[in-house]
Every structure is written in structure tokens, then in C-alpha cells.
């Protein structure tokens, strides 16, 4: 579940100390594991990472973290198409909105920017007359790899 390598270090931290936030350590490093992701990772996962680099850091500490920057608009929360159960992966809030496509078979998520899809949330905009905020789309179906598997 590549994400693209757009993201400036720093950046969350930056906007929840704007809005006159206190950065703890144990947040900022929380931020920084959310920050540096490769993949869409869950909230075990951001544990995890966060964990080995602060041992005192525990699961209620990442989940209001992860609360505070939803609330704030600097994270989504994805489901991938359940492709891992009822888990829920977090990715930060990206300049430009994308769609996830999830392999059915492999579980590859691939994100796919399209001018084509920011023309549509405009057309949804004006014939509407409903002012988007947040859009997020997920689309199921086979990669070229496994397309070319035998069923």
C-alpha cells in the first residue's frame, strides 16, 4: 500500500501547533511515525512503530492523537474494502484527493490521482450546490498481476 512521497516532515506538527495545541514527545513521535509511512497503516501498527521508539507510549495515547488530527482534518481513516476485516488504516490528509484501488485477490491498495475526478467532485458542486470537504472513493477489483492469474 504505497503512499506517495509528498509529505514535508514536520508538517503535522506544524498545523496542531498553529491552532495552539501542546506537542507533547510522546505526540510528536506519534506524528512522526503517521508522517513517514510508507503503507496505510492501522492503529496497532502506528502502536508499534511509536512503541520502539518511546516504550511508555500505549494504545489510548495513539488513539487520541488520532482522534485530535481527524478532528482537525489532518488524517483520514480508510477501510480499504475490508479487505483486513473491520481493521481501519490512517493516511495523512493529502493535498490532492485520490482514489484507493484494493486488489481482491492480493490486497495491493494502489492510490490513483485523475483530473477526470476532480472535474466530478466540481460537477457534483454545481449541480448540487453542495460545497464537498471531504471526498474519498475505494474502488475493489484485480491488479494486472493477478488479472493475469488463472482463477
Do not use: W
Amino acid at each position: 500500500m504505497p503512499l506517495p512521497e509528498t509529505e514535508v516532515p514536520g508538517r503535522l506538527q506544524a498545523e496542531l501547533m498553529s491552532r495552539g495545541l501542546r506537542m507533547t514527545r510522546q505526540r510528536r513521535i506519534i506524528l512522526s511515525v503517521v508522517e513517514t509511512a510508507k503503507q496505510h497503516l492501522d492503529a496497532s501498527q502506528i502502536l508499534r512503530k511509536a512503541h520502539k521508539l518511546d516504550p511508555q507510549i500505549d494504545r489510548v495515547t495513539v488513539y487520541r492523537t488520532l482522534n485530535l488530527l481527524k478532528r482537525h482534518g489532518l488524517v483520514d481513516e480508510l477501510d480499504l474494502m475490508h479487505l483486513q476485516g473491520e481493521k481501519h488504516y490512517y493516511e495523512r490528509r493529502p493535498q490532492r484527493d485520490h482514489i484507493h484501488m484494493a486488489c481482491l485477490r492480493c490486497g495491493k491498495i494502489t492510490e490513483f490521482e485523475s483530473d477526470l475526478f476532480d472535474r466530478l467532485k466540481g460537477q457534483i458542486q454545481r449541480d448540487c450546490r453542495f460545497h464537498i470537504v471531504v471526498s474519498r472513493l475505494e474502488v475493489g477489483g484485480y491488479c494486472g498481476q493477478c488479472r493475469s492469474l488463472p482463477s
